[in-house]
Every structure is written in C-alpha cells, then in structure tokens.
C-alpha cells in the first residue's frame, strides 16, 4: 500500500457541512472513485488515503 496526500486551498471547506474526498481516476471506465479509507488535516489543508497503485488522483469536494 502507498500514502497518497493532496492539499486543498479553501479555508471555506472548513465549513461543518462540508465533505471533502481523495479520489482516483479509472481510465477503464473514465469514472473517478473514492478511496475508502482517508484521512483529513484541516489546519493544514491536506487530505490523504492508502493506494494499491498510482494514476491520476483529486480532491474532490462532496455535495
């Protein structure tokens, strides 16, 4: 398993109704998944999560 960390800029996001994510890109199905495990560090802007394999990733905000 590898750490994969990604930073996000917007102090807005800090806002309770607010879910961010890590997401990977499948260039099979050209879909962007959830990475099921991840963990977020507001004060310093960085989400990460655990992968199996590198490809493109993202932070993505949930609405």
Do not use: C, Q
Request: hydrophobic letters at 40%; glycine letters at 6%.
């Amino acid at each position: 398993m590898r750490a994969m960390r990604g930073r996000y800029l917007s102090p807005s996001l800090r806002d309770d109704n607010v879910e961010i994510s890590l997401y990977w890109f499948n260039e099979e199905t050209n879909e962007w998944i959830e990475l099921n495990t991840i963990g977020i560090e507001w004060e310093k802007g960085v989400v990460s999560g655990t992968t199996d394999h590198f490809t493109k990733f993202a932070v993505f905000r949930n609405l």
